[in-house]
């Protein structure tokens, strides 16, 4: 039996209708964690409503009887000045158990990424080694994007790394280099959608798949689900 960790990626307008149904629909699943993202338009759609991270996580976490994780996939640590981040954000998220953090610095794929306050990516992983402890099988950290500069830090500080679609050939890489490290604090991961999911087999079970469910009604949204689930 595979023993690989299959997780969801929530839509911005996830939050606006049968919230509650579509959780207790994933509750039911054998799902391993609930991810949020950091955008504050809609990427799909300008025009369609878009949570505010902080708030899409203290409804998951006051979710009952919740079976899942909760995690960011990712934390955009540039949007806010630094202090606000830490008291805001890290901190209050870190004190769930088993919190699942991904971050990242923005870009402008859907959105302008202002404000920018240019925080140090390092630093903040530096404040969150001091303050927390970090597993990958508890409270862990991962950063999304498998760029260079993160492929660094992920050795660096023996932590996880998130990748965007992409290709397969580029998630066997960056594996290789994880499964260098000794006692990772986070995990490995893929965000893949319907398409790639039909198109490739992900043969390596440590590699976490977050399952990017697209804005949709309903009972798509259940089709989806029972489609990654199946």
């Known amino acids: 039996m595979s023993n690989k960790k299959k997780s969801i990626l929530l839509p911005g307008s996830f939050f606006e209708k049968d919230s509650q149904y579509k959780l207790n629909y994933l509750n039911l699943k054998n799902l391993h964690t609930v991810y949020v993202f950091d955008h504050t338009v809609n990427p799909v759609d ?4 878009m949570y505010e991270i902080k708030n899409a996580v203290s409804f998951l976490q006051n979710y009952e009887d919740r079976n899942f994780n909760i995690g960011t996939a990712v934390l955009n640590i540039n949007k806010r000045k630094l202090d606000s981040l830490i008291t805001k954000y ?6 769930i158990d088993n ?3 991904g971050l990242g610095i923005g870009d402008n794929k859907y959105q302008e990424n202002l404000p920018n306050y240019s925080n140090s990516l390092e630093e903040v992983i530096g404040y969150l080694f001091e303050n927390f402890e970090l597993s990958k099988d508890s409270r862990s950290l991962f950063l999304g994007g498998n760029s260079n500069e993160n492929i660094r830090l992920m050795k660096k500080y023996s932590i996880g790394i998130n990748q965007w679609l992409g290709s397969i050939k580029q998630i066997y890489k960056t594996r290789d280099v994880y499964k260098k490290i000794k006692n990772p604090k986070g995990s490995i991961s893929l965000c893949l959608n319907k398409d790639f999911s039909l198109e ?6 440590d590699i976490e798949l977050i399952y990017i469910i697209r804005e949709s009604s309903t009972e798509d949204y259940i089709s989806q689900v029972d489609h990654f689930f199946k």
């Open 46 to 49: 300008f025009k369609l409503p």
């Open 90 to 95: 890290l901190n209050p998220f870190l004190e």
């Open 99 to 101: 919190f699942k953090l």
């Open 200 to 205: 490739n087999e992900i043969i390596f079970d």
